[in-house]
């Protein structure tokens, strides 16, 4: 069973929205840096957002998602959630959530400790 598991994908038109679920039953999320990634069939991994443990803070966001989605915390579900609004035409992709017990600033350019099996998202009218 993978120590994180992600909700919420699906299939949407161009401009609606989605929002993602990374939740845990083993590690207290807010003690580690929670990352958001995509990757399309046969392509590598895109970074989508972070956020760094709850002593931190930090956030970083890919580019092409600044303003259109919003990453957050909800500590007392132990859950870390990517809103992602204003979707633009996409095909398949799998959306994962990582975590790295190195909480403090997170990045979407590193490794991650562990990662979930991901859940679906498909953008297409």
């Known amino acids: 069973q993978s120590q994180l598991m992600e909700s919420g994908g699906g299939l949407v038109q161009p401009g609606g929205s989605l929002r993602l679920a990374c939740a845990s039953s083993?590690?207290?999320?807010?003690?580690?840096?929670v990352g958001w990634f995509r990757q399309a069939p046969g392509k590598e991994r895109e970074g989508v957002s972070c956020?760094?443990?709850?002593?931190?803070?930090?956030?970083e966001y890919a580019d092409d998602v600044k303003g259109r989605f919003t990453i957050s915390r909800d500590n007392a579900k132990n859950t870390v959630y990517v809103q992602m609004d204003s979707l633009k035409p996409e095909g398949p992709g799998l959306y994962y959530c990582?975590?790295?017990?190195?909480?403090?600033?997170?990045?979407?350019?590193?490794?991650?400790?562990?990662r979930g099996q991901g859940t679906q998202v498909t953008v297409s009218s």
């Open positions: 990582a975590a790295d017990a190195s909480g403090y600033m997170c990045d979407l350019t590193r490794s991650y400790d562990y």
């Open positions: 083993r590690f207290t999320l807010e003690d580690y840096a």
């Open positions: 956020i760094s443990d709850s002593n931190d803070g930090y956030i």
